[in-house]
């Protein structure tokens, strides 16, 4: 989508690099231009005009003489009068780290192992070629690469899903996105049980298949929230007290009334779905969470604890 | 030809600026000769008015990737003596350096990923500057999908920014013991490992890791300058994490066709062997799963998960 707005730096930004491409290829149309760069006509021509308008005042120099008939007419081309400048500077340092950032997060995800492009560019942006450790194993690629058809293709899946209670069931699903958001895959999409748009963890699909019919025309119209949580039914509400280090865990839920204490940990109330998948939430910080209220929400995750160390049958000790 | 008739824009006179420090001979260029170049300094009623102005568009180039210098010469009267210009190198792209279709559909990704978050702009601005040097088409296979990273800790914004100025920074970092203590590092990178950020700084005179999640205090960005890292120097540490990663393997029993057999991709054998960064991190995510798992090594991997669930009801008694 074509951007309206356009702050001084990005538009300062975007005139070094139309420089650099006009230089190189030559004229060009404005609106492909705008299209190239992802912006409107109207900022392309800003910020040719931007070029247009150096000039050295103390040495009457102009830097670049640009066609302004043209330019009216929808064509960029200009040449260098007095200006070295031929291309934009290198990538700022920032602009490194949020490239090289979100190409690192890339190579970790299964639908890009042996990706030879992938391993090109990241040799030149500056994080090395290899991926050190997979976000996923490589076997949820073949589950990726259905679902990345179907969504193509626009075609309804059936699939075996294990919700977070454990409990199986088949979902017939009109997919409509695959989302990577932290570090899971989520398949959001349009349950066709639920008459809903919802989010499946990709690790939780067991078995899918493509059925190669058309989705729905719900699942057309349908909206799909930002967030993967969505909205919850019955939830309750549970206060939960976190160090610094495993506060993260109040990005996973909506969440409220967050305060510092003292020392430095953060207090809050969280909202879940359904308390019996709030054990393994909490546990995972090895008691640097810990739940303050309801008293069932605690006994839950106890049992939990409970489970794990002993096995399922584990009864509640006694003390 | 074009004649600034109309006030200067913000942009317009950092453009011009640059043009006019890019032409400037290999001696530079004095204030006094920028303040007489760029029509906005021209235009500014006060000596103090331009000084200020001058100082922000300095700023504004660096944080854009153009390297300004400044340096004296003696061949100069006093007032003249500093000396303004690019440093070399600014605007040289590597003659190696080429962007397929293919990776700039990757770097669009990857930007995308941001999603409105924090280095967002940054990610953006970078793929302008890639994108002019050559015309590339949209992809079609990728559309569908939408990966968004997670950068919520309050140091990730301060530590991008003493990365891109090269400054020092202090912060308290506790490690699993619980033990804390400040360092003082200059930070070098952040990267994305195991769903987590990851900070490769340099401490004294060792390049180490350090995790985002366990820096408990606030960012404090120094004025001094970061300590002087070759490009060579950060490489070999980026390597030695990978061998060190590939030497951490934990041998694990997972209960077969449960969640975590789907979760770690298990086979007809009922054990996995994962490689894992960090020991305490990996503890966390085995302990999501539960009774489902057991460690069959290393020990101390299987330890701490013990540890975790003692204090798990510690804490829930």
Redesign the interface.
């Known amino acids: 989508m074509p951007k309206q707005e356009i702050d001084a730096e990005d538009l300062f930004n975007l005139s070094l690099s139309i420089v650099g491409l006009v230089l190189k290829d030559g004229p060009m149309l404005s609106k492909d231009l705008a299209e190239h760069f992802g912006f409107s006509e109207k900022t392309i021509v800003r910020a040719v005009k931007t070029i247009a308008n150096s000039e050295d005042i103390g040495r009457h120099e102009t830097h670049f003489y640009v066609d302004e008939d043209l330019l009216e007419k929808g064509e960029v081309d200009f040449s260098a009068g007095m200006a070295a400048l031929r291309r934009p500077p290198i990538l700022s340092k920032r602009q490194t780290t949020a490239l090289a950032a979100g190409l690192d997060f890339l190579a970790a995800l299964p639908q890009f192992v042996g990706n030879t492009a992938l391993s090109e560019i990241r040799s030149q942006i500056g994080s090395g070629t290899t991926p050190i450790t997979a976000l996923a194993p490589p076997e949820r690629q073949a589950t990726l690469q259905i679902i990345q058809r179907a969504l193509l293709e626009k075609t309804q899946l059936v699939a075996s899903y294990v919700n977070q209670l454990g409990e199986k069931s088949e979902r017939i699903i009109d997919p409509l996105r695959v989302d990577f958001v932290g570090r899971r895959h989520y398949l959001r999409g349009w349950c066709n049980s639920n008459q809903a748009v919802r989010s499946f963890r990709l690790d939780r699909i067991t078995n899918v298949e493509n059925t190669d019919k058309p989705i729905s025309q719900a699942a057309q119209r349908a909206d799909i929230p930002l967030e993967v949580f969505g909205q919850l039914e019955n939830e309750i509400t549970v206060e939960i007290q976190a160090t610094q280090e495993a506060s993260e865990i109040f990005w996973n839920f909506p969440a409220f009334d967050i305060q510092r204490d003292a020392e430095g940990n953060i207090i809050g109330k969280i909202q879940v779905g359904n308390l019996r998948a709030l054990g393994r939430h909490v546990s995972r910080y090895a008691g640097q969470v810990r739940v303050l209220s309801p008293s069932s929400a605690v006994a839950t995750v106890r049992q939990f604890a409970l489970n794990a160390i002993s096995g399922p049958s584990a009864p509640e000790d006694q003390d | 030809?074009?004649?600034?008739v109309n006030k200067?824009?913000?942009?317009?006179r950092?453009?011009?600026l640059?043009?006019?420090l890019?032409?400037a001979p290999v001696i530079g260029l004095s204030k006094n000769?920028i303040f007489?170049?760029?029509?906005s300094y021209?235009e500014q009623a006060s000596d103090t008015a331009k000084e200020k102005m001058f100082d922000r568009d300095k700023s504004?180039l660096r944080?854009?990737?153009?390297q300004l210098e400044v340096f004296d010469s003696t061949s100069f009267e006093e007032t003249d003596a500093a000396r303004y210009r690019i440093a070399k190198?600014?605007?040289?792209?590597?003659t190696s350096?080429e962007?397929?279709n293919?990776?700039m559909r990757?770097?669009e990704?990857?930007?995308?990923?941001?999603n409105n978050q924090l280095?967002?702009?940054?990610?953006?601005?970078?793929?302008?500057?890639?994108?002019?040097?050559?015309?590339?088409a949209s992809s079609?296979?990728l559309s569908?999908?939408?990966?968004?990273?997670?950068a919520?800790q309050e140091s990730f914004a301060p530590l991008?920014?003493a990365?891109?100025s090269?400054k020092l920074v202090r912060f308290s970092y506790?490690k699993t013991d619980g033990v804390s203590s400040v360092r003082e590092v200059t930070p070098l990178?952040?990267?994305?490992?195991?769903?987590q950020w990851v900070l490769l700084a340099k401490q004294a005179d060792q390049i180490k890791n350090f995790l985002l999640?366990?820096i408990?205090s606030q960012v404090k960005t120094s004025e001094l300058d970061g300590k002087p890292v070759s490009v060579a120097e950060i490489?070999q540490a980026?390597?030695e994490?990978?061998r060190f990663?590939a030497n951490n393997v934990a041998v694990l029993e997972v209960e077969m066709?449960g969640?975590a057999w789907?979760?770690?991709?298990g086979n007809d054998s009922g054990t996995i062997e994962v490689?894992?960064?960090d020991e305490a991190l990996f503890?966390?995510?085995l302990?999501?799963?539960?009774?489902e798992i057991k460690v069959l090594s290393p020990e101390s991997l299987s330890n701490r998960i013990?540890?975790?669930?003692q204090?798990?009801?510690?804490?829930?008694?």
């Open positions: 030809m074009s004649a600034s200067q824009s913000p942009a317009e950092l453009f011009t640059t043009c006019c890019m032409a000769d007489g170049s760029v029509a021209a504004a944080e854009m990737g153009v190198g600014s605007f040289d792209w590597p350096f962007i397929t293919e990776h990757l770097l990704l990857a930007a995308r990923a941001w280095l967002s702009k940054s990610a953006q601005s970078g793929l302008i500057r890639l994108r002019s040097l050559g015309v590339v079609r296979e569908a999908f939408t990966p968004r990273l997670l919520q991008a920014d990365i891109s090269g506790r990178k952040l990267r994305f490992i195991e769903g999640r366990r408990v490489d980026e390597a994490l990978i990663v066709d969640e789907w979760h770690f991709g490689n894992f960064m503890a966390e995510d302990m999501e799963f539960g009774p013990n540890v975790g669930w204090q798990v009801l510690d804490t829930h008694a």
